[in-house]
T-cell receptor, first 113, second 111 residues
Framework: EAGVTQFPSHSVIEKGQTVTLRCDPI?????LYWYRRVMGKEIKFLLH????????ESGMPNNRFLAERTGGTYSTLKVQPAELEDSGVYFC???????????FGNGTRLTVT | GENVEQHPSTLSVQEGDSAVIKCTYS??????FPWYKQELGKGPQLIID?????GEKKDQRIAVTLNKTAKHFSLHITETQPEDSAVYFC??????????FGRGTSLIVHP
């Protein structure tokens, strides 16, 4: 089976610009998660979808971040406008059900200058 | 929310030695305990997991032990090899179904 794919793998943008990250989960995985890792720190939870519904977005840092999962398939995470502290690696993961292993993509490394 | 701590943050061993990484969590409702391995440029990948009704699980050179009373679980790697060098994360989850990741342990295996 195809794994979780993320696009782009790297993005360098200037402060104030907009960036959209995309995640294609494993087919059939209803659960989709976004996480972020800032250099040397823990992988922090951002939000969780079950199909197209946001189940938990308690980790979203502020209203500059908008996640969608139209149709319950792929998901996008938009950052607008980007700030310096948004730099980090954004990971997407999917799972078949709650309390089952997460399957991660390779991440998008975002650098805001 | 769940508080997760991993120790040590860095672990350096000689090839062939054993390595142990410990994860402590706070939520007594946690009942799923996985370990992930992250190699450079890739996303974390599950290497072993255990559920709350089991105390120990082994898969070749890798094992996980769980102490629910003390709220910690550990990753054991025996006969370490250079390809075991990576960052390892624990990520317990339970009632909220949201895995909470530790800060990671950088394992370095010297040939």
């Amino acid at each position: 089976e195809a794994g979780v794919t993320q696009f782009p793998s790297h993005s360098v943008i200037e402060k104030g610009q907009t960036v959209t990250l995309r995640c294609d989960p494993i087919s059939g995985h209803d659960n989709l998660y976004w996480y972020r890792r800032v250099m040397g720190k823990e992988i922090k939870f951002l939000l969780h979808f079950v199909k197209e519904s946001k189940q938990d977005e308690s980790g979203m840092p502020n209203n500059r971040f908008l996640a969608e999962r139209t149709g319950g398939t792929y998901s996008t995470l938009k950052v607008q406008p980007a700030e310096l502290e948004d730099s980090g690696v954004y990971f997407c993961a999917s799972s078949l059900s709650g309390l089952s292993p997460l399957h991660f993509g390779n991440g998008t490394r975002l650098t805001v200058t | 929310g769940e508080n997760v701590e991993q120790h040590p943050s860095t672990l350096s061993v000689q090839e062939g030695d054993s390595a142990v990484i410990k994860c402590t969590y706070s939520d007594s409702a946690s009942n799923y305990f996985p370990w992930y391995k992250q190699e450079l440029g890739k996303g974390p990948q599950l290497i072993i997991d255990i559920r709350s009704n089991v105390g120990e699980k082994k898969d070749q050179r890798i094992a996980v032990t769980l102490n629910k009373t003390a709220k910690h679980f550990s990753l054991h790697i025996t006969e370490t090899q250079p390809e075991d060098s990576a960052v390892y994360f624990c990520a317990p989850s339970g009632g909220s179904y949201i895995p909470t990741f530790g800060r990671g342990t950088s394992l370095i295996v010297h040939p």
